[in-house]
């Protein structure tokens, strides 16, 4: 049997380059783009799934390999698998941001640990957030949709050399803004009872200024803080299921697919 250079070419382009999209979404996504899954394990799972998915896909119209126009789409296939894991990763950041915002508001920014996940100390509430939100990402099966709408953006942006419309970094970047806004909801209950705290410790100094503010008040507040972060965990769902369905619409808008 004799294969024409054309057709190794040809299966070549059909499964390298899609495999260059779906590493990038792997290696980037939540859960397992952590540093704690071990490069191998990432790549290994890339190859597997291209390999998988590769018979449903569109052939490459593009399959000149050697050439500097090859560079270009490479960097296009690393950019439009970047966004798509990108969307999942700021999703689980915004419950760490707001578990630092409570965590600083109530004293408990001084228990500090390192977040495997990028190797910084945060604060402990911060990194119990995010495991709620990695273990709720797993239990949503958000890693089979984002393999469902990698698989998908072969048909929407097919790799044919064109680049990707410039309007899709832009709605990547006001999605950030929705970060800091459900970061401020999430903790807005928490940080109004620790403010109705902080007052009512102000006017008992004012009201007895014999008592020292701060060896009686700094130990109530982080009992008072441990408490609201209790009560008010059952938002945490919400605010999950909100995140989720914005993470959703995004990758729809990204991909060209309905939510």
């Known amino acids: 049997m004799e294969f024409p250079f054309s057709v190794i070419i040809q299966w070549l382009s059909d499964f390298l380059l899609p495999l260059v999209r779906i590493s990038a979404m792997i290696m980037v996504m939540a859960g397992l783009g952590a540093k704690t899954v071990p490069t191998r394990i990432k790549m290994g799972l890339a190859v597997v799934t291209t390999f998988l998915v590769v018979p449903v896909l569109p052939p490459v119209t593009f399959n000149n390999l050697f050439s500097f126009e090859m560079i270009l789409v490479v960097i296009q296939q690393l950019l439009i698998g970047v966004a798509i894991g990108f969307a999942s990763l700021l999703m689980l950041n915004t419950f760490v941001l707001a578990g630092q915002i409570l965590a ?4 408990l920014g001084f228990a500090s640990i390192v977040d495997p996940s990028n190797g910084m100390s945060v604060p402990a509430v911060g990194q119990f957030y995010l ?3 990695t273990l709720l990402f797993f239990v949503f ?7 469902q709408m990698v698989v998908h953006s072969f048909d929407v942006l097919p790799i044919d050399g064109n680049w990707w419309a410039v309007d899709h970094y832009w709605d990547i970047v006001t999605w950030g803004g929705w970060m800091f806004t459900t970061a401020l909801v999430l903790s807005l209950a928490p940080l109004t ?7 009512s410790f102000g006017v008992m100094t004012r009201a007895a200024p014999q008592l020292n503010i701060f060896s009686i008040g700094f130990p109530f507040t982080l009992v008072a803080g441990l408490v609201i972060i209790w009560a008010t965990l059952g938002n945490f769902i919400t605010q999950f299921e909100f ?3 914005k993470m959703v619409e995004l ?6 697919c309905s939510p």
């Open 141 to 147: 099966n958000g890693h089979l949709m984002m393999i």
């Open 243 to 245: 995140q989720w369905l």
């Open 104 to 107: 600083m508001q109530t004293g």
């Open 193 to 199: 009872a620790m403010l109705v705290i902080n007052m």
């Open 131 to 133: 495991i709620l939100a």
């Open 251 to 256: 990758m729809c808008t990204l991909v060209g």
